[in-house]
């Protein structure tokens, strides 16, 4: 804690010396009589050093409270996952124990590690490329104006800012096969049979044009969840991109006789293309870490269960420090190798594109 | 009607398809967004009998109408309710000190970030956002053992410094942004002027930069007072510091409680932060995208 105190303290020293710059050692602009262990041969500092002292001491609070809360905790982690920790004993144990590989051990070779991660892959890709699929639909659609247009939009951030707990809850009950209103609705307009389990079928057999085949339907409930949660996100994001692509380039394809859907593949998704990038990645990792969505909606039950929960498993039903330290190390590094991939393979393309 | 016979390009039977489609997706948006929020609105009104009885209308009647399932949420447990009159004041202690946390965290750094050269600042911003990377299970534990050891496990300030973590980021971002759109020579005439560079930040920058410092303190609200994860894990051993969203769960998961009970508990926590979003929509959404657009 006392690291915390320092730019705390440093703060009131450059205010109350006006003209000085609030660093550490800030020095009055032509201060060279000041003396100085730091300085070398009484140079009088350049604009460039006061600016670098002056942006150090800044961003020191942030840095510090920053590797408080999420770099010491993660580097713990990290020496966590390697060694034999369960929550009673680690209030008492030392930073280092004893270092052993187990923890890794029981994570590749637990049942269901590696579907698992299968399905954590296939969550987060869907989800990723339905919220921005829905989301670019949305920004065309609402790209335009119109009469209650700000209404449609507001009422459109509804599903991104309402708390996800309650929202979980009425999903779950609309979905609920004894009073949902979907199965309701479903016997009543469609004529199923019985009412279909949503949320807690790990597959569900659906015939289309005579042919019949396996859902995944629990996941594929979770994935609908996360896209309507998630697609206004993307929406906001592409809407104002597309709002600031300059009207001329579109006029004059639609001079030149482009149909819409021409215009939007040759003027407006080039365009959009470095966002919806970006869209890609950042709803990718953050979709890969999500926990609270799939707990709340499914438990990890009927083929959902994603890592994150599992994390939260270990954690919490066995107490298995190591394990669930491990195990979230596992889920960070395929995450971090994924990106890598992309970075490698697209990242430049992107870049050249724009 | 000459004109019918010459067959319609692709462009002019383009033009009328989306003419049409935009407004059935229009439509369609409405209903998925609108709809949820009306059920649970609905449910929350209604006896349970009726829902049992009617699981698929649309509406409630006059005599059905009641209140009580709001009344039994928001009594405090002493009184056999569930105690969410309580727990709005948790979740809002806990909400409103992780936005003083986080942007007396926050503000300097992006500050520095958008304004200054110093040495390592341009990686900073890009270090910052890792944080993300890492899913907030990772967090968890050590947080954990780190609030034990300091007797804040359990407590609503060990859990607004635990949002930190999940805010700073992202704040960063948004006034990272916004700071270096004012311009330079501002701050170069406060300079001229005899203000020190703190003088500058306090006097010209962070006035000029209100919107934007009002955005991020609303992101930040909204954030805090939906999480659920780290309120599970740190709060759920003791029931009287417990927010909305875990008394909402806990509720849930507990012994029979009526489906519209839980609606209503469900719109209590949902009404704060819609109410908010709404009152500043236009500023939240242009500070979260702004820099989007021109990329």
């Keep these: ?354 | 009607m000459s004109r019918a016979s010459i067959p319609m390009s692709r462009a002019q039977f383009e033009e009328r398809l989306f003419g049409v489609l935009r407004w059935v997706v229009i439509a369609f948006l409405a209903v998925i967004t609108l709809a949820p929020f009306y059920y649970m609105l609905l449910l929350s009104v209604k006896p349970i009998d009726a829902l049992l009885l009617d699981p698929g209308r649309l509406w409630v009647s006059a005599q059905e109408f009641t209140l009580s399932t709001y009344e039994e949420v928001l009594k405090p447990t002493s009184e056999g309710g569930q105690g969410f009159l309580g727990m709005l004041s948790n979740s809002a202690l806990a909400s409103i000190g992780a936005v003083v946390l986080t942007m007396l965290a926050a503000i300097p750094g992006s500050y520095a970030v958008s304004r200054l050269r110093f040495f390592g600042g341009r990686h900073l911003s890009a270090l910052f956002l890792a944080v993300y990377l890492f899913p907030a299970t990772l967090l968890a534990v050590p947080l954990f053992v780190m609030f034990a050891r300091m007797g804040l496990q359990g407590s609503l300030v060990g859990l607004a410094i635990v949002y930190i973590a999940q805010t700073v980021p992202v704040s960063i971002y948004m006034m990272r942004n916004y700071f270096a759109t004012i311009p330079y020579s501002i701050e170069e005439a406060a300079a001229l002027d005899g203000c020190s560079r703190l003088q500058t930040i306090r006097k010209v920058v962070l006035p000029l930069a209100a919107p934007s410092l009002m955005a991020t303190g609303l992101y930040i609200f909204m954030i805090a007072w939906n999480e659920f994860l780290f309120a599970l894990l740190f709060l759920a051993a003791t029931p009287e510091n417990w927010t909305v969203s875990l008394g909402l769960q806990q509720l849930a998961n507990g012994i029979e409680v009526s489906k519209t009970v839980l609606m209503a508990g469900s719109v209590v926590l949902t009404i704060p932060v819609v109410v908010l979003f709404l009152a500043a929509e236009r500023l939240l959404t242009e500070g979260l995208t702004s820099g989007a657009d021109k990329s």
């Design chain 1, 1 to 354: 804690m006392s690291l915390a105190k320092q730019p705390a303290n440093t703060a009131p020293d450059g205010a109350s010396s006006p003209g000085d710059g609030p660093g550490a050692g800030g020095s009055a602009p032509h201060g060279p009589g000041r003396k100085s262990g730091l300085r070398r041969r009484g140079r009088p500092l350049t604009r460039a050093d006061r600016e670098n002292r002056a942006g150090l001491a800044f961003v020191t609070p942030t840095v510090v409270v920053v590797g408080v809360v999420v770099v010491l905790p993660i580097l713990w982690t990290v020496l966590l996952a390697f060694q034999e920790a369960r929550l009673v004993d680690i209030q008492g144990m030392g930073l280092l124990g004893n270092w052993s590989l187990d923890n890794f051990r029981d994570v590749f070779g637990s049942p269901g590690f590696w579907t698992s991660l299968w399905t954590t892959l296939l969550y987060t890709a869907g989800s990723t490329l339905g919220s921005i699929a829905l989301g670019l639909i949305a920004a065309l659609a609402l790209r335009k104006p119109f009469r209650g247009r700000g209404l449609v939009r507001g009422s459109m951030l509804l599903p991104y800012v309402a708390p996800v707990v309650a929202v979980a809850f009425v999903w779950e009950i609309a979905l609920s096969p004894q009073f949902g209103i979907i199965n309701e609705w479903g016997a009543k307009l469609l004529g199923w049979d019985e009412p279909i389990a949503f949320l807690s079928s790990r597959s569900h057999e659906v015939s289309l044009l005579g042919l019949h085949f396996e859902v995944p339907l629990a996941l594929l409930t979770v994935i609908g969840f996360e896209t309507w949660r998630y697609f206004p996100f993307a929406f906001l994001f592409l809407l104002a991109r597309l709002q600031a692509v300059p009207d001329g380039l579109e006029e004059a394809a639609k001079v030149d006789g482009a149909a819409p859907t021409q215009r939007f593949r040759h003027v407006l998704l080039p365009q959009l293309m470095p966002v919806i990038a970006l869209l890609c990645v950042l709803r990718f990792i953050m979709t890969f870490n999500k926990f609270d969505d799939v707990y709340l909606l499914t438990g990890g039950g009927s083929g959902t269960d994603v890592v994150a929960v599992r994390v939260y498993d270990f954690l919490t039903a066995r107490f298995d420090v190591g394990a669930a330290a491990a195990q979230a190390l596992v889920l960070a590094v395929v995450l971090m190798g994924l990106l890598g991939l992309y970075f490698t393979f697209f990242g430049k393309k992107v870049q050249e594109d724009s």
